[in-house]
């Protein structure tokens, strides 16, 4: 039957009419739906809508909607962004700011810089007035020269203004804007973000600027030194060696990190 899509019987006007019905008719309308999407990753739900209405099919346009949301399409933003990070690891870094409160209410903010590749702290300071040429600053700092990096990943933060953008360009790196409201974008400075406050600042109450420096510059090192993160392979982002047992009477110590909230363990060979 001309126009007939390939596995579709000529019967097939009552595949979706009764999707709630049979098994079969809803995966038969499933599959096609996402073959028009794949082999037309410009359409959206009213164009493939309008398409299965031409070929007979009785289903409404917001079931479409529904389920082209759970597939992945060639030319989604989203999928892009995903190739790039994962394309582009070793060269990206991110950067982003969190807020602080003190004991005495004052909110600090946070600025730090983080590599994608090993997750490493490049940079981490705090301020109370975060201006342009105190961000440039900062980002003199995290990224001297000679660098490796070629993309910077940042969200849409008024701060992030055209000062920063130019030192940016200036210094031959690539900014790469997050998408409005989209900060799983720059997941990695927010699964960073997420960690310090869970393992740290929900334990500690900043007194001042200068002690949450202090804090964050304990954190960092604990975090690049002795924190094991399953996504690289149970290693730290300074790569932290194997220890072998030194002997068959050695014994495990335990190495108190950020005031005894976490530790860190290795061999203690016998007296």
């Given amino acids: 039957m001309a126009g007939t899509a390939p596995g579709f019987a000529s019967t097939g006007a009552a595949a979706c009419e009764h999707v709630a019905v049979g098994r079969g008719s809803t995966r038969n309308c499933r599959t096609l739906i996402a073959r028009l999407a794949q082999e037309n990753p410009d359409w959206g739900a ?15 346009e917001r079931s479409v ?4 949301r759970r597939i992945a399409r060639r030319g989604d933003p989203n999928q892009k962004w ?7 690891r070793e060269v990206t ?22 590599e ?11 301020t109370q007035h975060p201006t342009a040429p105190w961000i440039v600053q900062q980002l003199r700092e995290a990224f001297p020269e000679p660098r490796p990096y070629r993309y ?22 690539k900014a790469k804007r997050t998408s409005v409201r989209a900060p799983w974008q720059n997941g990695m400075a927010e699964r960073w973000i997420g960690s310090c406050r869970r393992e ?64 860190r363990y290795t061999w203690l060979p016998a007296a």
């Fill in 46 to 60: 009213p164009k493939i809508h309008a398409e299965l209405q031409k070929l007979g099919f009785t289903i409404a």
């Fill in 65 to 68: 909607a529904r389920y082209l």
């Fill in 82 to 88: 995903l190739a790039f990070l994962r394309n582009h």
């Fill in 93 to 114: 870094a991110a950067f982003d700011f969190f807020a602080v409160p003190t004991v005495t209410f004052r909110v600090l903010c946070c600025f730090f810089v983080i």
């Fill in 116 to 126: 994608q590749a090993r997750r490493k702290v490049l940079h981490c300071n705090v």
């Fill in 152 to 173: 910077v990943i940042f969200d849409r933060d008024r701060k992030f203004d055209s000062e920063v953008q130019g030192f940016l360009r200036a210094a031959g790196l």
């Fill in 200 to 263: 740290i600042l929900d334990n500690v109450i900043a007194l001042n600027e200068e002690h949450l420096r202090r804090i964050l510059r304990d954190y960092v090192n604990y975090h690049d030194q002795d924190r094991l993160h399953d996504a690289l392979e149970k290693d730290t982002p300074n790569r932290r060696n194997v220890e072998q047992r030194p002997g068959v009477n050695a014994t495990v110590m335990s190495m108190p990190r950020l005031g005894g909230l976490h530790h």
